[in-house]
């Protein structure tokens, strides 16, 4: 395998089962799970916890994170993303690369942002929703947990849980 030996200072473990592992163990006791897939990614990220490994977040130096905001464990922040004041980021989530989300949004955990994302102030987003590249959030909105926003999406209304919306301007489709 040619897997890089670090990314940005911190070491590429290999395989996730490696956790399970006792010197493995007592060699890391912190760990970073950035996988896109939510469910996936939530559930690494408590089997770690479950096994005493430390989750912290994660902010790449190249973003901007507002010093009111708050960031769950195992929230990683990518590149060239800005986060602005009073932002509440739960558990496990992903603010990829280019996104911007704009004061007082609140989501909660394991949501993905996907690159270049603008989302306006005061949203609010539930557990588990996957925002598609490039899409804009109007501000004032809320969209629930399990929701999809297709890529390129324009979303001018409120979003209810486990549903599909996309197209501009973002239509539900259940």
């Not at 005061?122 to 598609?132: A, L, M, Y």
């Not at 001018?156 to 489709?173: E, H, M, Q, W, Y």
């Amino acid at each position: 395998e040619n897997i890089p030996i670090d990314i940005l200072g911190f070491p590429i473990i290999g395989k996730l089962e490696k956790i399970y592992e006792l010197d493995f163990q007592l060699k890391y006791k912190e760990a970073i799970v950035a996988l896109g897939n939510s469910n996936l990614r939530l559930k690494w990220l408590n089997s770690l916890m479950k096994n005493g490994y430390n989750i912290p977040s994660f902010v790449h130096p190249d973003a901007f994170l507002s010093k009111s905001s708050t960031v769950g464990r195992g929230t990683v922040i990518f590149a060239k993303s800005v986060v602005q004041a009073n932002v509440k980021l739960g558990d496990g989530i992903i603010v990829n690369s280019s996104s911007i989300i704009e004061h007082d949004v609140e989501i909660g955990f394991g949501t993905h942002i996907c690159p270049g994302v603008t989302m306006g102030g005061n949203v609010k987003i539930g557990d588990s929703s996957w925002i598609g590249i490039g899409s804009t959030i109007k501000e004032n909105l809320f969209i629930g947990s399990n929701v999809i926003i297709g890529a390129g999406s324009v979303v001018l209304n409120d979003i209810s849980d486990n549903s599909i919306a996309f197209g501009v301007p973002a239509r539900t489709k259940k």
